[in-house]
């Protein structure tokens, strides 16, 4: 039988693979690798012998990586946000980054892009990972050049415009994962008690209230429609468009109405309760609607809606107007004092107007945190956000610098009054508007290998000539795809509302872009994230320090030989200690004899001592004397049938004569 092998380049998973080979478990085998196996496991398969005569195919899928969405990748690998931050993981950022690069490269192979690869490179940095980005991205762009020496068809015909890979880390934007965002998704996560695993589920009641009400948990992903519709849109508008949605169906369905008021969300979900025909649909909108409940319950519970403004000021650096906002810290202080406010939001503040501030002297720290009832633990988590280059404390006397921000906002456009809680965009928005619009900045965003045309981006941004066809070229036709791609690499982490802004980007300049990172960040997750990088790095319990797994003992375990046939027992013989067996009818026992074989010849009774038989006696015998000083040669081992078959075998009637011819004491007559 022939066998597929789905493997992941490991050496334990070599070891295992190579156990079945010597093993000789499958007629045949085909492998097929989730990424590039390393050159030295290569070479020790194709060294195998063995090996080559077994392995009928040898395919890399590139498929190291997990989508979560249709535009967004993760890891999975929460531990790389310590590796990079933490100041004792130095040791082990160059195997860390080359295994990113390895797996950020089979993203672009899964894609068929081989991208112009641009990094971020702030200015004046202040931290020590500030060079992270732009060692990540020429790992990376080895990797793509070195993958495409090897394969020739790489990367394939493309219709589209080369692909642009962008490199940057979580210290681009340190307000992102801090401030509440207000769309369905990013306040669903930051809110609600969402398990973020091999699935992201919401654990719920169906049917509640009824008699076949269970517990269960709901899956949200790209199957769901409802979730996929809404999920970027802001919570209004999502509440909004559930009822509206929903009040359609009623339309649909007039039996299905009650005299209850369809624009309660409630009302709504008792509704939904008597509608066991539309299982599927009932518990979809059934779960939207739960959440949504819950966030706008929490909302209002906990006041966002006053923190949100304050919050807002401080992370564009400008109010509703366009203008430097005015109080910022007795508005800090009275949200502090405010009891609805959760110890989780009152950090969150206080380390946003740290930022806005670029720092206040240690006491005043020390002083905000008193007043927010908040324990000293947590003034290592703003001690640590210097570890991302976010200044929190600045001496007495120390000259306020003016530093503008990497993307300046348009103070021209007016703001809508119901945009007033969302007019924040993180910093990835900016980048890639101003790179769909070739106006990205070289210095901030260089090249790892500067273009021959430095206008190209520029010709692109404003939509190349070759690529746009007339109307009557098309008819009929499949329209060919060709939006450039644009892949976003997130180091330490991205938010979702990165994610969204990755979205709405594409839509709104013709692009195709996908945003990759290690893992989803929540506001908790952060927070504790950066607290950990001031604990004992031995706590943190990284993979890459734990012992390499190894293959399985079994595999390597042979099967012990079969135990040494016995020699058969003859008629009348026993094992010592057994009783005697009758001889068969008609054979003549004589006594002191042991009775003679089924086949003739000499007897084949047991032997002196148990041990193996000896040759027969033919020369020791002739040798024997009766002297009494000759004790060694007193003892001869009787011979067994096998020596005696082997030793006369051609005349066994001479050795008969013999016997004859012999007296008492074996002498010659």
């Known amino acids: 039988m022939d066998a597929i092998y789905i493997l992941s380049p490991q050496p334990h998973i070599v070891d295992c693979l190579m156990a079945d080979i010597e093993r000789r478990r499958y007629q045949k085998c085909y492998l097929v690798w989730t990424a590039v196996l390393n050159p030295q496991l290569r070479r020790r398969i194709d060294q195998s012998a063995l090996a080559k005569q077994m ?50 490269t089979g993203l672009c192979v899964a894609l068929g892009e081989y991208p112009k690869v641009r990094y971020y490179s702030p200015k004046n940095p202040l931290h020590e990972a500030a060079v992270l980005s732009s060692h990540l991205a020429r790992f990376i762009s080895e990797e793509l050049d070195e993958y495409a020496q090897w394969n020739p068809n790489f990367p394939p015909p ?6 642009v890979l962008v490199v940057t880390d979580r210290a681009m934007d340190l307000m992102a994962p801090l401030i509440h965002e207000f769309t369905y998704q990013a306040m669903a996560h930051d809110l609600l008690p969402i398990k973020d ?28 429609k409802v979730w996929v519709e809404n999920r970027h849109t802001h919570m209004k508008d999502t509440i909004d468009k559930l009822m509206g949605d929903f009040q359609k169906f009623l339309d649909q369905n007039p039996h299905f109405t009650s005299n209850s008021d369809p624009t309660s969300l409630n009302a709504i979900k008792d509704m939904m309760a008597g509608l066991p025909q539309f299982q599927e649909m009932k518990e979809t909108y059934s779960l939207h609607l739960t959440m949504a409940q819950e966030c706008m319950n929490i909302f209002q519970r906990h006041k966002l809606a006053d923190m949100s403004p304050m919050e807002q000021n401080m992370a564009t650096g400008l109010d509703e107007d366009h203008r430097k906002p005015k109080n910022v810290l007795d ?47 947590d003034g290592e988590v703003i001690a640590n956000m210097e570890l991302l280059g976010g200044r929190t404390t600045r001496g007495l006397k120390e000259p306020r610098k003016e530093n503008p921000p990497l993307f300046p906002i348009d103070t021209k456009t007016p703001i809508p009054e119901d945009n007033y809680m969302s007019r924040f965009n993180p910093a990835v928005k900016h980048m890639l508007e101003h790179l769909c619009q070739g106006a990205l900045d070289q210095t901030t965003f260089p090249y790892v290998k500067p273009p021959l045309d430095p206008n190209e981006d520029a010709l692109i941004g404003q939509g190349s000539l070759r690529a746009a066809k007339p109307s009557w070229a098309g008819a009929g036709r499949r329209v060919q795809n060709n939006r450039q791609r644009i892949i976003v690499y997130m180091a330490g982490g991205a938010t979702f509302s990165e994610s969204r802004a990755c979205y709405e980007v594409g839509a709104a300049h013709n692009r195709d872009v996908f945003l990759a990172t290690s893992h989803m960040l929540t506001p908790q997750l952060f927070v504790r994230q950066v607290g950990d990088l001031g604990a004992d790095k031995r706590r943190l319990d990284i993979p890459m320090e734990r012992p390499a797994p190894r293959a399985p003992a079994h595999l ?9 046939a016995a020699a058969p027992t003859p008629p009348g013989s026993a094992p010592p200690g057994g009783p005697r067996m009758a001889p068969p009818p008609g054979q003549r026992v004589v006594p002191g004899r042991p009775p003679a074989g089924p086949g003739g010849g000499l007897p084949g009774g047991p032997r002196v001592g148990g041990g193996a038989a000896s040759a027969p006696p033919t020369q020791a015998m002739g040798n024997m004397t009766l002297s009494s000083n000759s004790n060694s040669n007193s003892h001869v081992s009787r011979p067994s049938n096998g020596s005696a078959a082997s030793g006369s075998s051609e005349k066994p009637h001479k050795l008969e004569k013999e016997k004859k011819k012999r007296n008492l004491f074996g002498l010659k007559k």
Not at 199 to 208: C, L, S
């Open 158 to 163: 493309s219709p589209r415009p080369q692909g």
């Open 331 to 377: 508005e800090v202080v009275r949200l502090l004092d405010d009891d609805a406010v959760t110890q989780s939001d009152r950090l969150r503040l206080i380390i946003m107007y740290l930022l806005y501030r670029d720092g206040v002297i240690p006491e005043d720290i020390k002083r905000l945190l008193a007043h927010a009832a908040l324990p000293p633990q």
């Open 197 to 224: 695993g091999d699935k992201t589920t919401f654990h719920m009641t169906v049917n509640e209230g009824a008699h076949d009400a269970e517990e269960k948990d709901m899956e949200l992903n790209d199957k769901d």
């Open 55 to 104: 392995i009928a195919g040898f395919e890399t899928l590139s498929i190291d990586f997990f989508p979560r969405e249709s535009h967004v990748v993760t890891f999975r690998d929460p531990w790389s946000f310590p590796i990079l931050y933490h100041p004792a993981c130095n040791g082990l950022i160059k195997r860390h980054m080359q295994d990113l690069a390895q797996k950020v």
């Open 556 to 564: 390597f375990e042979r099967p012990a030989p079969p135990p040494m």
